[in-house]
């Protein structure tokens, strides 16, 4: 499985294994909001991610503005892997709006 939810007492923690991409799109999105309206705060393990295509970066980026409108932190635990930083560069996404600890990290 590419995503899953693990749900503690303080926090979310969102796990992303292999390729983030549009096959795992809704069960992302559907994460996503569980981690959302919880209230908690929700935090990223992209240590294992392989890759992340743009369906999965608009995911993320819908997710941080919505965490930052309702007050909840939303930040990455860990490491991005160089080969998903190196593509996602590819991509073009240093200017694009993604989540900002992702986005420090591109820099």
């Known amino acids: 499985m590419a995503v899953t939810l693990e749900q503690v007492e303080d926090r979310n923690l969102i ?22 309206d919880s ?4 935090h990223l393990d992209v240590d294992q991610t392989e890759s992340m295509d743009v369906t999965a970066v608009q995911l ?12 909840v932190e939303f930040t990455l635990t860990g490491q991005v892997p160089d080969g998903v930083l190196a593509q996602l560069r590819e991509d073009g ?7 900002a600890a992702l986005h420090t990290a591109l820099q």
């Open 15 to 36: 796990h992303f294994t292999g390729a983030v991409d549009i096959a795992v799109a809704s069960e992302l999105k559907l994460l996503l909001e569980q981690a959302l």
């Open 93 to 99: 996404f240093e200017e694009f709006p993604v989540p």
């Open 60 to 71: 993320l980026w819908a997710a941080e503005r919505s965490a930052a409108a309702s007050g």
């Open 39 to 42: 209230g908690k705060e929700i």
